[in-house]
């Protein structure tokens, strides 16, 4: 009940000076804002690299090749040690619910009058399912297709557009570095996964790209899909072991592969994003210390506005706590209404951030929580100085003021 009497009194007080309680709430107001407004950008950019890596394909392990290295340690390319056998060996692997090879090779493209260069990647069947794309139109590949040097090609859904602005592309032929293909299908529009656009891929049979365009029986990587998230450590241990093998790498030797799984880029990728919200979210915290400074300063003048009315509350009866716990709550309701308008604010603002700016904002669950138990401890914290001061002050002193 004593509480409740002084938490009533010290609304009291904050009303009747409405002006400055809004004045002194201002801080707060802005800084849990700024944070809340922060960690809602953050949170949103995080799910937006997840979600971008994970369309990429589902428990997903990539293997590429090693970087080769020249006199003194200097990177000169990467070794060609990649063959379609080892995608053979690695799909008899426990756990594997598909696996794909992939060769890269920039192209000029040509229909007609039209004319642009593209990355042309010649794949096994396996590579739509590995990389989670679909056809929007026509056919995938088959194995008929590669064994058989079939010259058709599957093209992303810009590429079409660009090509085949007013007609289908299905059935279509077009050049690749001089040589006719046939359209067999149309990726459907996935938009840009963060590293590449499935939208701008040009995809061969891997034993057309090998045999008649580009001439090289290495591979640029070769991807993998495990069937439980959960056999990621172990499948990963078999490949390097079987790959280890196949290379003839004995003892200390180095591998001549990379193995890079999704689960480690969203750790990466994760860890980068949260250090920069801890860093963005830092900054935004000097607001709320300014706010603090603010509270404890209205503080120290309400207390030298108020003497008076100290001493004649202590002359009473009232004693020192009771003065220290009214003046604590009258900074901790401060910091506390100005941390709930702050949430309201910095919600609104993630919002407008979202439609105006076009970014993705998620304002996370711990940051109601944060912003009130922040604002709290800010009340206290900033407050306790002002509440010492009033409650040391000598009655009959203070009775003494006009």
Do not use: C
């Not at 280890?244 to 004995?250: A, C, E, P, S, V």
Request: proline residues 3%.
């Amino acid at each position: 009940m004593i509480v409740f009497d002084t938490v009533k009194t010290a609304w009291r007080s904050l009303v009747s000076n409405g002006m400055r309680t809004a004045l002194t709430g201002l801080g707060m107001i802005i800084g849990v804002a700024a944070v809340v407004s922060v960690l809602a950008v953050g949170e949103g950019a995080r799910s937006q690299v997840e979600g971008r890596i994970r369309s990429m394909g589902a428990n997903l392990i990539t293997v590429r090749p090693e970087s080769a290295q020249g006199p003194g340690g200097a990177r000169i390319g990467s070794v060609q040690t990649l063959k379609l056998g080892d995608v053979t060996a690695l799909s008899t692997l426990p756990g594997v619910s598909a696996v794909a090879g992939e060769i890269g090779g920039s192209a000029q493209i040509r229909y007609r009058e039209k004319n642009l260069t593209a990355q042309v990647s010649g794949i096994t069947p396996e590579y739509l399912a590995v990389r989670a794309l679909s056809i929007g139109e026509g056919l995938p590949f088959t194995a008929s297709d590669l064994r058989e040097r079939q010259r058709v090609v599957i093209i992303g859904a810009n590429i079409a557009s660009q090509l085949f602005p007013t007609e289908s592309a299905l059935g279509q032929r077009i050049q690749i570095k001089g040589i006719a293909f046939r359209v067999q299908g149309v990726i459907a529009a996935k938009g840009d996964s963060g590293f590449s656009s499935p939208d701008d891929l040009v995809l061969v049979p891997i034993s057309v790209h090998q045999g008649i365009l580009f001439g090289q029986d290495f591979l640029s990587n070769i991807s993998l899909q495990v069937a439980d998230e959960r056999d990621m450590a172990s499948v990963q241990a078999g490949m390097r072991e079987i790959l280890r093998l196949r290379h003839d790498l004995h003892g200390d030797e180095a591998d001549d592969f990379q193995l890079r799984s999704q689960a480690e880029i969203l750790e990466t990728l994760g860890a980068i994003t949260g250090t920069f919200t801890a860093l963005l979210g830092a900054v935004a915290m000097v607001s709320l210390l300014v706010g603090g400074i603010g509270i404890m300063n209205i503080m120290l003048v309400s207390v030298r506005e108020r003497t008076r009315e100290i001493g004649v509350r202590m002359a009473v009866g009232a004693r020192r706590s009771d003065i220290l716990l009214q003046f604590l709550v009258e900074s901790v309701l401060v910091a506390l209404a100005g941390g709930l308008l702050g949430l309201a604010l910095g919600y609104g603002g993630a919002v407008a951030i979202a439609r105006v700016g076009g970014w993705e904002t998620i304002v996370p669950t711990y940051a109601v929580a944060l912003a009130l138990g922040v604002s709290v401890t800010v009340g206290l914290v900033f407050g306790v100085g002002p509440a010492r001061r009033a409650a040391k002050l000598d009655p009959v002193e203070a009775l003494r003021q006009e």
